[in-house]
């Protein structure tokens, strides 16, 4: 519901206040996490340097799918974690050697998931050098999703999470010890659906004084290389958001409207498209931190609404469960708790309905719903898998994918 302010919504909200029954009590806290994601231990060791694509789908009979990680290794060996849809039950794991394509894979083990291995060579794709990929440290990670987000909150609204879609694909860079170096941020804006001015930010888990430096730059689709780019929102010295004192803060855009090619209202659900690219370049102060403590991709993802610098507070709207920005509870977290919104501050529940509905979500992959098209409509699966914890239709985003 885009022709509609917020304001206007909530009056009619109040004017049948008195009729109808007020269930203003916070959700149960023994919900999940609303997490479409899982961390999971993955192995996989080479007798030479090697390079691994993780997909959920066979890349061999679904040439479109997009991988969920990527991985290059300097030892041979990965040992570590991997961010996987809740309930899968296999992968697919594509792997390649640095000096020769063609060596076995000495051991590929996944918690929780079967993992079926092919050598990259059987699938005609011509292996990156690990090396050459690699830049610094023994080895990189990456990893892929897409965010959606409804922008009416305190109020669902039309509840079509189209109001703000961003592609992410985040590459994390490690010493040997395990801990990180350097990260390197990509965002991509692909659908908008707002009357509001909608700006996108995150957020690390770590302090700023954590972070060394911070370069962006954007890459405008069909150019040949990005540009150096400046946030629209005040920042410090380091490039971080200026104000934020507790967590490091990155703002990417401030108006989702003029980040996407085609009609501000995409009716059909399949008129817009990506205009721009922003890379951000993250440089630690000192590489002793490792991905628990400065969080998973995409980290702690937000919008902000209808925020102008000099603002002393702005609403923003979150994964569940993610703390909100300072920001936002300066002066007093007011929305919280109103209209469809039953956070529980002291709690720290964050960002759901009454009926365990989430207003933002990452997913690996995702059909965003059509203008005003609800997404417990356009994905039927959608209201059980929130009211059962997560624990019936893991999968319901799949309903419109074509593998």
Not at 251 to 276: C, R
Not at 383 to 393: E, I, M, S, V
Request: with cysteine; glycine share 6%; hydrophobic share 40%.
């Amino acid at each position: 519901m885009k022709n509609f302010s917020i304001a206007v919504i909530a009056a009619l909200a109040l004017a049948f206040a008195g009729c109808v029954k007020n269930e203003s009590q916070a959700p149960k806290k023994d919900y999940f996490n609303f997490s479409t994601k899982q961390i999971s231990n993955l192995t996989v060791s080479y007798p030479a340097e090697a390079h691994f694509i993780v997909y959920l789908a066979d890349p061999a009979t679904n040439p479109d799918i997009k991988p969920i990680f990527k991985a290059n290794t300097i030892s041979g060996t990965y040992n570590g974690t991997i961010m996987l849809p809740a309930g899968v039950d296999k992968i697919y794991i594509l792997t390649a050697a640095d000096e020769e394509d063609n060596l076995p894979v000495a051991e590929v083990s996944v918690d929780g998931a079967k993992p079926i291995v092919v050598n990259m060579a059987d699938y005609g794709i011509e292996p990156r050098s690990a090396r050459s990929m690699r830049p610094d440290g023994p080895y990189e990670c990456e990893w892929m999703g897409f965010l959606a987000f409804e922008d009416l909150w305190p109020l669902k609204g039309d509840y079509d999470m189209n109001d703000v879609g961003v592609e992410y694909a985040c590459k994390v860079f490690f010493n040997a010890d395990n801990t990180i170096i350097r990260i390197e941020d990509k965002f991509t804006p692909i659908r908008k659906g707002c009357s509001h001015r909608d700006g996108f930010g995150y957020q690390y888990n770590v302090a700023p004084d954590a972070i060394a430096s911070v370069t962006m730059s954007r890459l405008a689709l069909g150019d040949p290389a990005p540009v150096p780019y400046v946030s629209p929102y005040a920042v410090d010295s380091k490039g971080l958001e200026a104000g934020q004192t507790d967590k490091a803060t990155f703002m990417i855009f401030d108006d989702v409207a003029s980040e996407v090619n085609g009609p501000t209202f995409d009716y059909v659900g399949n008129q817009q498209s990506a205009k721009y690219k922003y890379i951000v370049d993250v440089v630690f102060s000192n590489p002793s931190l490792t991905m628990n403590e400065v969080g998973y991709p995409p980290y702690n993802p937000f919008i902000s609404i209808d925020h102008r610098d000099g603002d002393s507070r702005r609403r923003e709207v979150h994964l569940p469960e993610y703390r909100p920005t300072m920001k936002a509870l300066a002066d007093g977290a007011d929305w919280f708790g109103k209209y469809d919104d039953r956070s529980d501050v002291n709690n720290n529940l964050w960002y759901v309905s009454e009926e365990q509905f989430p207003f933002a979500l990452d997913l690996w992959i995702f059909s965003y719903p059509a203008e005003r098209v609800r997404i417990d409509d356009y994905y039927p699966r959608f209201a059980n898998w929130a009211r059962t914890n997560g624990t019936q239709d893991w999968n319901w985003y799949y309903d419109h994918i074509v593998w």
